[in-house]
């Protein structure tokens, strides 16, 4: 999904390259949780970035900031959003492959030997633990934007046409009313000023996909649906989850790429 992940990655990349400033990321990040906490994975990584080890008093995204700017000021972040079965983009097994599979998202700072990964540890709070990676793993896969655009709106046909031949496809009244009110209730995405268009319009096309998908998982009243036709549902589902984690993941690798290319200063 447009997760905190995506605006970590795109904002602090904005930020490392000379476009945006620090109270920017931080106001970005606003609309994912009232407050923004941040926190050494372990003892070592604490003491290699001057953030609190476990235990200690947690500190804030101020100082993440500055703990990356110290380990590599030209570095880039770099999005994943991996799932059992899908894990492209880590680098490796470790904490942070682990942790990231299970949050289902994650920031990797290849440059800096660090990843971050966001969990929610109390409402409206959001906590940034800070892993080590210091093998980065293979480069970072590169899809073009326009065909992981593509590719989503291809699986987006396909998977209509599987839901409706198993017959979990039928209009259930208000659905149109279900998808609508989830996209308004997402959280505001923020982005940097010179965000490629496209980029944009991919990634609020996977929102409204993502948004059909829910609805689509939803069972009909009674719970009709028998355990083969509920298993054939999650089958059709399945490549159109991939295509959207593939396509934010394209277009926020763009808009890093773009960002980077251009500094104001």
Known sequence: MSCPSATLTVWTSAWLAG???PDDVLDALGPWAE??????????????????????PVSSVTFLLAALRRAAPRG???????????????????LFSREATTAGEGVL??????????????DGVLRWTVYPVPEPGPPQEFIALNQA?????DQVRQSASVLTSLGVARHRPGVREEIAAALRARPKSLWPAGMPGQALR?????????????????????????????????????PIETAVRVARRAAVAEAVRVLAASPLV
Request: charged share 20%; net charge negative; proline share 8%.
């Open 19 to 21: 476009s945006a400033a």
């Open 35 to 56: 407050a923004h906490d941040v926190l050494a994975a372990d003892a070592m990584t604490a003491d290699a970035t001057d953030l609190p080890a476990p235990g200690a």
């Open 76 to 94: 880039q972040a770099r999005l994943v959003l991996p799932v059992p079965g899908d894990v492209r983009g880590l680098p490796g097994p470790g």
């Open 109 to 122: 700072f290849v440059d800096a030997g660090l990843g971050v990964v966001p969990t929610t540890v109390a």
């Open 149 to 153: 655009e593509q590719e989503l709106r």
């Open 202 to 238: 991919v990634l609020q096309h996977a929102d409204e996909v993502e948004a059909i998908l829910a609805a689509a998982s939803v069972d009909e009243p009674g719970g009709a649906l028998s355990a083969s036709a509920a298993t054939a549902r999650r089958e059709a589902l399945r």
